[in-house]
């Protein structure tokens, strides 16, 4: 089993302001690393794969970087509708494994 | 456009069964494997299962081996989750989503397990 770390686990922010996530691996997982948000009471949407693709339609303002064990999600200009939760997956290996979420907030 | 409905879902007791189903279109499903997600109450995300495209290859995630049963019929764009024995921590809003790295999800269905 690859184990996830994601920190922060809340993240106090405001609008405008740059903000990164971190996800850590047990073990080297290539690129094979998605990054999801969710908003309260709606399903997961797809945000980046591969480590740094941007999916169809995501705002430039959100990016990945990493490879191995070490990955980022960055947003680079919080904006009002970016307020939810972030997962991050990995899909190198089963089971797949999902870290413990990130909750950005209104600061 | 892809779209994703799961139903199937409700109110069980413990060791009762209930089958879920999901209904894809607006894409060619043989083409795609599946999985099953879960989210239980105020919790983070939950791998449950996979299956490949033309069903030869299965997972399933600990928790639920052995009474969780993934299927698929290509003919009627369908995906499936048959769940026996089932628990109170199985209690989730279950999601099925699309290929490897779940790039669309459907609304989810409740599953409640409780006496």
């Known amino acids: 089993v690859i184990w996830m770390t994601q920190s922060p686990s809340l993240l106090s922010a405001s609008t405008g302001d740059r903000v990164t996530i971190s996800c850590r691996m047990s073990?080297?997982?290539?690129?094979?690393l998605a990054w999801y948000q969710q908003k309260p009471g709606k399903a997961p949407e797809l945000l980046i794969y591969a480590a740094s693709t941007l999916q169809s339609g995501v705002p430039s303002r959100f990016s990945g970087s990493g490879s191995g064990t070490d990955f980022t999600l960055t947003i680079s200009c919080l904006q009002s509708e970016d307020f939810a939760t972030y997962y991050c997956?990995?899909?190198?290996?089963?089971?797949?494994?999902f870290g413990q979420g990130t909750k950005v907030e209104i600061k | 456009e892809v779209q994703l409905v799961e139903s199937g879902g409700g109110l069980v007791q413990p060791g009762g069964s209930l089958r879920l189903s999901c209904a894809a279109s607006?894409?060619?499903?043989?083409?795609?494997?599946m999985n099953w997600v879960r989210q239980a109450p105020g919790k983070g995300l939950e791998w449950v299962s996979y299956?490949?495209?033309?069903?030869?290859?299965?997972y399933y995630a600990d928790s639920v081996k052995g009474r969780f049963t993934i299927s698929r019929d290509n003919a009627k764009n369908s995906l499936y989750l048959q769940m026996n024995s089932l628990r109170a921590e199985d209690t989730a809003v279950y999601y099925c989503?699309?290929?490897?790295?779940?790039?669309?999800w459907g609304q989810g269905t409740l599953v409640t397990v409780s006496s």
């Open positions: 997956q990995q899909y190198y290996s089963f089971p797949r494994t």
């Open positions: 989503a699309r290929d490897d790295n779940l790039d669309y």
């Open positions: 607006g894409f060619t499903f043989s083409s795609y494997s």
């Open positions: 073990q080297g997982i290539s690129s094979y």
């Open positions: 299956i490949s495209s033309s069903s030869s290859t299965i």
